[in-house]
T-cell receptor, first 112, second 112 residues
């Protein structure tokens, strides 16, 4: 079993829809949870950062962490064609020294 | 504010050669990490440097090495290149790793 599982997609939704992206993980030591967006030929861009369980909202993006279920989610409201990208979840146990463990990414397509 | 700069952007090398990749972090960021991204394995942690010290290393062979200079700039070196080393190599810097990293656009290495 991989440490972080993420459905690779592609996930295709119409413009304006609410998008739900998810990751599950197995390592209970993970304390920090992040979502990155990666466009083709670019490096990942940090979208959301959360620590421990709970919700965090930033504009059209909401990140949820449920540590009891080892499950994290990213919701995108009012999705736009410019949101079409690969979304990567990432997790760390703290201190940075162990590096981040990434999911393989979900390819999201927003249809105009 | 300048982002993370990686050079070169593209590189083609022959099997058996060695290669050095360079990374200039965001000014003030002392933590620099390196990741390898491939379609099959996704993003995998190579190593992390903080104030010129390697704090941890991922599960990669000794052919992969790195260093960080006093100005926080970092280099990674891959010796005796193999076809499987073809990948996007990403550098990321952080003020505090627990709050996420800023990635560069990467160096696309092709080994032929």
């Amino acid at each position: 079993q991989k440490e972080v599982e993420q459905d690779p997609g592609p996930l295709s939704v119409p413009e304006g829809a609410i998008v739900s992206l998810n990751c599950t993980y197995s390592n209970s030591a993970f304390q920090y949870f992040m979502w990155y967006r990666q466009y083709s030929r670019k490096g990942p861009e940090l979208l959301m950062y959360t620590y421990s369980s709970g919700n965090k909202e930033d504009g059209r993006f909401t990140a949820q962490v449920d540590k009891s279920s080892k499950y994290i989610s990213l919701f995108i409201r009012d999705s736009q064609p410019s949101d079409s990208a690969t979304y990567l979840c990432a997790m760390g146990s703290g201190g940075g020294a162990d590096g981040l463990t990434f999911g393989k990414g979900t390819h999201l397509i927003i249809q105009p | 504010k300048a982002g993370v700069t990686q050079t070169p952007r593209y590189l083609i090398k022959t099997r058996g050669q060695q290669v050095t990749l360079s990374c200039s972090p965001i000014s003030g960021h002392r933590s620099v990490s390196w990741y390898q991204q491939t379609p099959g394995q996704g993003l995998q942690f190579l190593f992390e440097y903080f104030s010129e010290t390697q704090r941890n290393k991922g599960n990669f062979p000794g052919r992969f090495s790195g260093r960080q200079f006093s100005n926080s700039r970092s280099e990674m070196n891959v010796s005796t290149l193999e076809l499987g080393d073809s990948a996007l190599y990403l550098c990321a810097s952080s003020l505090d790793p627990d709050y996420g990293y800023t990635f560069g656009s990467g160096t696309r290495l092709t080994v032929v």
